[in-house]
């Protein structure tokens, strides 16, 4: 896939209005191409598609040609029950949807195209270095200078899968770019509404996947969560979410903010909350040059 590069200082980006991404997972200079992305994704014409190889939602890739070259995304159209768990690949769209509401960046463009007469969803594909899971199993070594970001960004991950109740995050769904940062993939799986993800979170001290802590986030993420409401989440998500799952996803908010409230009164905000470094940011953004 060709790497589309901008050459836009980041000082111009910011004064064309864009706030830093947390954690810098997608860099200014490529959250900005992020309306040409999907209109390319739902429009341009498709120069041939092949399956990825692997993937229980038995995905395709489809190659694009757009005015700037050839692109390409993963293509998934799941629905239903399959092997044990609700599918959909409307979720895919909402979980995009909310990673843009909450300003996380972690998602690449996902919109609906339908591909051989059937709807579905395709997302952006972006190459990338390897798998957690292949950090784990073949033992890489993350850079010391990465080692905090890789951190903060565990729990990041664990506080958006709460709130979307996302019951398939795996180690193979956490892929790292060339300069490792870190983008999610695959949430087809995601914004359940049935009793047992609407009285527990994911994650956290109670959480289906046992107690695996929200340590530590940004204070502007905690901030947008405070701020949700279902007219919000409905303006996002359109019609890839039914009012039940809004209601759903509500309800889990409730919950995670419970939790960090939680760890505030036990362990102190300044220990629960952090800022934004930009200082951090200009760190990865000048690492990946």
Known sequence: MRRYESRTTLGGILLLGLTLPLGAQFLPEEIILRPLQEKWLRTAEVVKSEDVGEGVTRPKRIYLKCPEGEISGCWKNPTGVRHGYLEGWRYEIAAYRMDKLLDLNMIPPTVERAHDG????IQFWVDSRCSLLDVMEDSLEIPNSMLDHHQKMKYIIRAFDSLIGNEDRTQQNIRYTEDWRIILIDHSRSFRSSPEFTERLMYGKNGIRGEKRIRRLPRVFVEKLRDLDFDKIRSAVGEYLEKKEIK?????NELLLEEIDSMIR?????????????????MISCDSR
């Open 118 to 121: 059937k709807p579905g969803s």
């Open 248 to 252: 759903a996803l509500l309800r889990r």
């Open 266 to 282: 036990e362990n102190g905000e300044s220990a629960v909350i952090y800022g934004i470094d930009q200082s951090d940011f200009l």
